[in-house]
Protein backbone atom coordinates (compact mmCIF):
# COMPACT_ATOMS: atom_id res chain seq x y z
CA UNK A 1 0.00 0.00 0.00
CA UNK A 2 1.15 3.34 -1.16
CA UNK A 3 0.85 6.29 1.69
CA UNK A 4 2.26 10.00 1.35
CA UNK A 5 3.24 11.73 4.46
CA UNK A 6 3.95 15.69 4.48
CA UNK A 7 5.67 17.27 7.01
CA UNK A 8 7.58 20.99 7.47
CA UNK A 9 4.46 23.29 7.80
CA UNK A 10 4.43 25.68 10.06
CA UNK A 11 3.81 29.54 10.44
CA UNK A 12 6.44 31.92 9.34
CA UNK A 13 6.91 35.39 8.80
CA UNK A 14 7.07 37.38 5.10
CA UNK A 15 10.41 36.83 3.70
CA UNK A 16 11.41 33.41 5.99
CA UNK A 17 11.65 30.39 4.56
CA UNK A 18 10.21 26.50 5.19
CA UNK A 19 11.31 23.35 4.00
CA UNK A 20 8.26 20.29 3.20
CA UNK A 21 9.22 16.79 3.35
CA UNK A 22 7.05 14.05 1.91
CA UNK A 23 8.05 10.48 2.61
CA UNK A 24 6.74 7.84 0.01
CA UNK A 25 5.86 4.48 1.70
CA UNK A 26 6.04 1.32 -0.65
CA UNK A 27 7.91 0.50 -3.47
CA UNK A 28 7.42 2.79 -6.01
CA UNK A 29 9.47 6.07 -5.24
CA UNK A 30 12.16 5.60 -7.60
CA UNK A 31 9.84 4.81 -10.61
CA UNK A 32 7.21 7.69 -9.60
CA UNK A 33 6.95 11.83 -10.93
CA UNK A 34 6.66 13.70 -7.62
CA UNK A 35 4.78 16.87 -7.37
CA UNK A 36 4.09 19.42 -4.87
CA UNK A 37 0.41 21.24 -4.99
CA UNK A 38 -1.66 24.02 -2.88
CA UNK A 39 -4.43 24.92 -1.88
CA UNK A 40 -5.22 28.52 -0.47
CA UNK A 41 -8.70 28.94 1.09
CA UNK A 42 -11.42 29.32 -1.50
CA UNK A 43 -8.94 28.02 -4.17
CA UNK A 44 -8.82 25.55 -6.02
CA UNK A 45 -5.52 22.96 -6.15
CA UNK A 46 -2.36 24.26 -8.14
CA UNK A 47 0.58 23.27 -9.08
CA UNK A 48 3.37 24.16 -6.97
CA UNK A 49 6.56 22.31 -8.30
CA UNK A 50 7.31 18.77 -9.67
CA UNK A 51 10.37 16.29 -10.67
CA UNK A 52 10.33 13.35 -12.94
CA UNK A 53 11.70 10.23 -11.81
CA UNK A 54 15.17 11.73 -13.37
CA UNK A 55 15.12 14.86 -11.77
CA UNK A 56 13.48 17.53 -14.38
CA UNK A 57 11.96 19.94 -12.70
CA UNK A 58 8.86 22.46 -13.60
CA UNK A 59 7.98 24.95 -11.36
CA UNK A 60 4.82 27.52 -11.32
CA UNK A 61 6.15 30.91 -12.50
CA UNK A 62 4.00 32.62 -9.15
CA UNK A 63 7.42 30.21 -7.48
CA UNK A 64 10.14 29.91 -10.38
CA UNK A 65 13.28 31.75 -8.08
CA UNK A 66 12.00 31.02 -4.62
CA UNK A 67 11.27 27.53 -4.44
CA UNK A 68 13.37 24.15 -5.20
CA UNK A 69 11.90 20.93 -5.59
CA UNK A 70 14.44 17.93 -5.14
CA UNK A 71 14.30 14.42 -4.18
CA UNK A 72 16.52 11.58 -2.55
CA UNK A 73 15.43 8.24 -3.64
CA UNK A 74 17.49 6.57 -1.11
CA UNK A 75 15.39 7.82 1.79
CA UNK A 76 12.05 7.86 -0.63
CA UNK A 77 11.62 11.65 0.20
CA UNK A 78 10.78 14.73 -2.44
CA UNK A 79 11.64 17.87 -0.65
CA UNK A 80 10.03 21.69 -1.27
CA UNK A 81 12.41 24.34 0.11
CA UNK A 82 10.48 27.48 0.13
CA UNK A 83 12.53 30.63 0.37
CA UNK A 84 11.31 34.50 0.10
CA UNK A 85 8.01 33.43 1.42
CA UNK A 86 4.95 35.99 0.93
CA UNK A 87 1.76 36.14 2.05
CA UNK A 88 -0.05 34.49 -1.01
CA UNK A 89 2.03 31.66 -0.28
CA UNK A 90 -0.04 30.52 2.12
CA UNK A 91 -2.01 27.32 1.71
CA UNK A 92 -2.02 23.58 2.62
CA UNK A 93 0.45 22.29 0.66
CA UNK A 94 0.38 18.40 -0.94
CA UNK A 95 2.78 16.12 -2.06
CA UNK A 96 1.63 13.75 -5.28
CA UNK A 97 3.13 10.55 -6.65
CA UNK A 98 2.09 9.68 -9.82
CA UNK A 99 2.92 6.13 -11.64
CA UNK A 100 0.76 6.38 -14.66
CA UNK A 101 -2.82 7.11 -15.80
CA UNK A 102 -4.82 5.64 -12.56
CA UNK A 103 -1.82 5.15 -10.47
CA UNK A 104 -1.64 8.65 -8.55
CA UNK A 105 -1.65 9.16 -4.82
CA UNK A 106 -2.06 11.85 -2.42
CA UNK A 107 -0.61 12.86 1.04
CA UNK A 108 -3.39 14.74 3.93
CA UNK A 109 -1.61 17.61 2.96
CA UNK A 110 0.13 20.17 5.51
CA UNK A 111 -0.72 23.64 6.31
CA UNK A 112 1.81 26.61 5.33
CA UNK A 113 1.09 30.19 7.19
CA UNK A 114 2.75 33.07 6.40
CA UNK A 115 2.00 36.01 8.15
CA UNK A 116 3.80 38.48 10.52
Known amino acids: QVQLVESGGGLVQPGGSLRLSCVVS????????MGWYRQGPGKQRELVAD???????NYADSVKGRFTVSRDNAKNTVYLQMDSLKPEDAAVYYCKARLGPGYVYWGQGTQVTVSS
Open 51 to 57: ITSGGAT
Open 26 to 33: GSIFGRAA
